[in-house]
């Protein structure tokens, strides 16, 4: 598995309950992917999203979140952390 932060823009104005709504939308199937949200992080001046999380592929991060409505515009793999 392989990590991976992906970016959703247009975003603006998300509280934080809508926040957590997207989230737990992604959690309800993520399995069927093989993906793993672990957290999520926005910033509602901006509309910025980023999610982190551990998938198989970008595309299946991408699918997931397409499919719980909330398409994401930039996927990347996260190869170092500390």
Do not use: N
């Not at 975003?11 to 709504?21: R, V």
């Not at 993520?30 to 198989?56: H, I, M, N």
């Not at 699918?63 to 793999?77: L, N």
Request: hydrophobic share 40%; proline share 4%.
């Amino acid at each position: 598995m392989a990590t991976f932060m992906d970016v959703h823009h247009g975003m603006k104005g998300i509280t934080q309950e809508q926040l957590a709504a997207a989230h737990r939308a992604d959690q309800a199937i993520e399995r069927e992917e093989g993906v793993r949200f672990q957290k999520a992080w926005a910033d509602p001046k901006s509309g910025t999203v980023y999610c982190l999380s551990e998938a198989p592929s970008a595309d299946a991060v991408k699918r997931i979140h397409e499919r719980a409505g909330h398409p994401v515009t930039e996927v990347h793999q996260v190869t170092y952390t500390v």
